[in-house]
């Protein structure tokens, strides 16, 4: 059983930056493929970012592709979500998610993939 706690989440001006963290107790994340969700009230949830085992491959929503960085520390047992150039559309709960991948090298951005879930940590852009 994984369980994942994020943090980092606050409010912020656009423009500004933030960094997610996503943390495992229980079981290490170095076995999983982990991916960032987010949703924003009466929205659909969206996937936002996702890394392989080894951070060698990542993959990215367009509408935050040049802005948002993942990256994991598996040491540490803890992936990330580095955000720059905030603006109030990025407004929404950030979740992050893990599954066991079926091969190496894989990213998933299908929410329906995932197997673990964290509780989410709230992100508010401001004007």
């Known amino acids: 059983q994984v369980q994942l706690v994020e943090s980092g989440g606050g409010l912020v001006q656009a423009g500004g930056s933030l960094r997610l963290s996503c943390t495992t107790s229980g079981r290490t994340l170095k076995s999983y493929a982990v991916g960032w969700f987010r949703q924003a009230p009466g929205k659909e949830r969206e996937f936002v970012a996702g890394?392989?085992?080894?951070?060698?491959?990542?993959s990215y929503a367009d509408s935050v592709k040049d802005r948002f960085t993942i990256s994991r520390d598996n040491a540490k047992s803890t992936a990330y979500l580095q955000m720059n150039s905030l603006n109030p559309e990025d407004t929404a709960v950030y979740y992050c998610?893990?599954?066991?991948?079926?091969?190496?090298?894989?990213?998933?951005?299908?929410?329906?993939?995932?197997?673990?879930w964290g509780q989410g940590t709230q992100v508010t852009v401001s004007l």
């Open positions: 890394i392989s085992l080894s951070a060698a491959f990542t």
């Open positions: 998610a893990a599954k066991i991948p079926t091969y190496y090298g894989a990213t998933y951005s299908d929410s329906g993939e995932y197997d673990y």
